[in-house]
Protein backbone atom coordinates (compact mmCIF):
# COMPACT_ATOMS: atom_id res chain seq x y z
CA UNK A 1 0.00 0.00 0.00
CA UNK A 2 1.64 3.33 -0.80
CA UNK A 3 1.70 6.01 1.92
CA UNK A 4 1.89 9.76 1.74
CA UNK A 5 5.42 9.53 2.60
CA UNK A 6 5.96 7.25 -0.50
CA UNK A 7 4.60 9.71 -2.43
CA UNK A 8 6.73 12.40 -1.11
CA UNK A 9 9.92 10.18 -2.55
CA UNK A 10 8.18 9.46 -5.62
CA UNK A 11 7.55 13.28 -6.39
CA UNK A 12 11.16 14.38 -5.46
CA UNK A 13 12.66 11.54 -7.59
CA UNK A 14 10.48 13.32 -10.65
CA UNK A 15 11.75 16.54 -9.74
CA UNK A 16 15.55 15.51 -9.52
CA UNK A 17 15.53 13.69 -12.91
CA UNK A 18 14.00 16.62 -14.37
CA UNK A 19 16.44 18.86 -13.05
CA UNK A 20 18.96 16.60 -14.76
CA UNK A 21 17.09 17.17 -17.83
CA UNK A 22 16.53 12.58 -17.75
CA UNK A 23 13.81 11.38 -19.85
CA UNK A 24 11.34 9.81 -17.54
CA UNK A 25 8.07 8.66 -16.46
CA UNK A 26 6.03 6.56 -14.03
CA UNK A 27 5.48 3.21 -14.29
CA UNK A 28 1.19 2.67 -13.49
CA UNK A 29 0.55 -1.08 -11.83
CA UNK A 30 -1.74 -3.03 -14.14
CA UNK A 31 -2.68 -6.41 -14.28
CA UNK A 32 -0.97 -6.34 -17.65
CA UNK A 33 1.77 -4.93 -16.97
CA UNK A 34 5.24 -6.77 -15.48
CA UNK A 35 5.46 -8.27 -11.94
CA UNK A 36 7.97 -6.21 -9.56
CA UNK A 37 8.32 -3.61 -12.49
CA UNK A 38 9.98 -0.56 -10.58
CA UNK A 39 7.76 2.89 -10.46
CA UNK A 40 9.72 4.92 -12.28
CA UNK A 41 11.57 4.17 -15.18
CA UNK A 42 14.29 6.76 -16.94
CA UNK A 43 16.54 6.68 -20.14
CA UNK A 44 20.01 8.44 -19.19
CA UNK A 45 21.69 10.46 -22.33
CA UNK A 46 23.82 7.05 -23.11
CA UNK A 47 20.68 5.34 -23.60
CA UNK A 48 20.92 2.85 -20.74
CA UNK A 49 18.46 2.23 -18.57
CA UNK A 50 17.23 3.51 -15.05
CA UNK A 51 14.95 1.79 -12.98
CA UNK A 52 13.58 3.57 -9.54
CA UNK A 53 12.10 1.59 -6.83
CA UNK A 54 10.53 4.36 -4.28
CA UNK A 55 9.51 3.40 -0.71
CA UNK A 56 8.69 5.21 2.57
CA UNK A 57 11.72 5.51 4.60
CA UNK A 58 11.35 2.13 6.71
CA UNK A 59 9.87 0.16 3.67
CA UNK A 60 12.25 -1.99 1.98
CA UNK A 61 11.58 -3.78 -1.59
CA UNK A 62 10.16 -7.04 -2.14
CA UNK A 63 11.33 -9.86 -3.59
CA UNK A 64 9.92 -9.24 -7.37
CA UNK A 65 11.03 -6.02 -7.11
CA UNK A 66 14.45 -6.50 -6.34
CA UNK A 67 14.52 -9.18 -8.76
CA UNK A 68 13.59 -6.66 -11.63
CA UNK A 69 16.59 -4.14 -10.03
CA UNK A 70 18.88 -7.47 -10.71
CA UNK A 71 17.65 -7.78 -14.29
CA UNK A 72 18.32 -4.42 -15.07
CA UNK A 73 21.93 -4.03 -13.50
CA UNK A 74 22.36 -7.70 -15.76
CA UNK A 75 21.59 -5.77 -19.39
CA UNK A 76 23.72 -3.00 -18.25
CA UNK A 77 21.37 -0.83 -17.01
CA UNK A 78 21.09 0.58 -13.22
CA UNK A 79 18.64 0.36 -10.52
CA UNK A 80 18.25 2.47 -7.59
CA UNK A 81 15.63 1.86 -4.35
CA UNK A 82 15.27 5.60 -2.65
CA UNK A 83 13.96 5.64 0.54
CA UNK A 84 14.86 8.78 2.08
CA UNK A 85 16.90 11.75 2.00
CA UNK A 86 20.54 9.75 2.00
CA UNK A 87 19.56 7.81 -1.45
CA UNK A 88 18.09 10.77 -3.59
CA UNK A 89 21.69 12.36 -2.32
CA UNK A 90 23.18 9.15 -3.91
CA UNK A 91 20.67 9.32 -6.77
CA UNK A 92 21.57 12.92 -6.86
CA UNK A 93 25.47 12.63 -6.93
CA UNK A 94 24.88 9.69 -9.46
CA UNK A 95 23.03 11.85 -12.03
CA UNK A 96 25.59 14.67 -11.49
CA UNK A 97 28.63 12.80 -11.88
CA UNK A 98 27.57 11.18 -14.70
CA UNK A 99 28.96 8.19 -13.08
CA UNK A 100 27.06 5.97 -15.93
CA UNK A 101 29.28 6.89 -18.72
CA UNK A 102 32.27 5.19 -16.27
Do not use: W
Not at 31 to 50: E, M, Q
Amino acid sequence: MKTGLENKIKKRVKLLLLKHGIFNFPVAASPYGYAGISDRLAVLPNGKLLAIECKAPGKQATPLQMEFLKKVGKNKGFGFVVDGEDALQALDYFLTRKVYFG
